[in-house]
């Protein structure tokens, strides 16, 4: 061989590709004959010029490693390298050994995916807990049916730019300490696409899409919560160009109910009770989610006690089973006595030694805050 290029480069012969850009843009930015004047320094630029073009083409690179020398072979040899063909590869190279950026070549898609869509569906707490089913009403883009998504109107089709040639982009030759440098640009008259549309679609004015409102049916779970979004693919907004169509997402916003607070799964009340009914014991109905049930109130239930109903609550989204219902009493007190019934009240509290009670007296609740700062300080 009449030239190592591996040396030239001052690379291993099994060096990668991106080694090799790597090791050449060093050397670009150092041998430069804008950069560095020198006419051995302009020589030795050229030579790294040659080895890139041979080590940055799989076919030349192997011809050369097979013990041929392409650019021999084309009748270049190592000095035809330069900005023209067969020197520096193109001019994206050179802008990416000094900037470290390369322009993306050939025209877009007009095709693209579609945006994904979110609607807020509002359901009861009898269809959260045992789930539903609900037709929604939606309103986003769809494939426009006059053209099947392609933009051009019936008849009529996209035709190749004429100013870019069906490339997407033009280049344009500008004078920097580099000397003449061509950058390319997207075509201003196709924007990119490398097509044109000269009669666009009169329905969808050329997007390939239009606006619709369709009714879908959505299967809601047992179990969800507010904020639980069910992802329906597919059935999001059709992309540009009749594209694919992103997915759809129902949040779940559930109506407060007017009896029961509900917290996870499980859903909580409270019953009021006069005095004399906690203290003697009853049963109350009430209306849960599985129909009437009877509240069994023992007798001596204090204000503030729970009564759990086991399984009456909101079915487990992920798993078997379902919450609890609880029942909180309040036991209220009496506020206002006709003279019969504070003769009574005088005489039970008589017969219960209870006329001039001593009250039993414990430290005061502590909230969550206080109960902190005592941890944090060792109390």
Partial sequence: MATDYYAVLGVRR??????????????????????????????RFKEINAAYEVLSDPQKKQVYDLGGDPLSASGGGAGAGGFGAGGFGNFSDIMDAFFGTASQRGPRSRTRRGQDAMIRLEITLEEAAFGTTKDIQVDTAVVCTTCSGEGAAPGTSAQTCDMCRGRGEVSQVTRSFLGQVMTSRPCPQC?????????????????????????????????????????????????????????????????????????????????????????????????????????????????????????????????????????????????????????????????????????????????????????????
């Fill in 191 to 379: 924007q990119g696409f490398g097509t044109v549309v000269p009669t666009p679609c009169p329905e969808c004015a050329g997007d390939g899409r239009v606006r619709s409102r369709r009714t879908l049916t959505v299967k809601i779970p047992a179990g969800v919560d507010n904020g639980t979004r069910i992802q329906l693919a597919g059935e999001g907004e059709v992309g540009p160009g009749g594209g694919p169509a992103g997915d759809l997402y129902v949040e779940i916003h559930e109506v407060p109910h007017e009896v029961f607070q509900r917290r996870g799964d499980d859903l909580h009340c409270t019953v009021t009770l006069p005095m004399t009914a906690a203290s003697l014991g009853t049963k109350v109905q009430l209306q849960t989610l599985d129909g009437l049930e009877d509240v069994d109130i023992r007798p001596g239930t204090q204000s503030g006690q729970s009564i759990p109903l086991h399984g009456r609550g909101v079915t487990h989204l992920r798993g078997n089973g379902r919450g609890d219902l609880i029942v909180h009493v309040e036991v209220q007190t009496p506020t206002k006595l006709d003279p019969e019934q504070e003769r009574l009240l005088r005489e039970l509290s008589k017969l219960r030694g209870e006329e001039r009670p001593q009250g039993q007296f414990q430290p005061g609740q502590q909230g969550l805050f206080s109960r902190l700062k005592d941890a944090f300080n060792g109390r």
């Fill in 14 to 43: 099994d060096a990668s590709q991106d080694e090799i850009k790597k090791a050449f843009r060093r050397l670009a930015r150092e041998l430069h004959p804008d950069v560095n004047p020198d006419p051995k320094t302009q020589e």
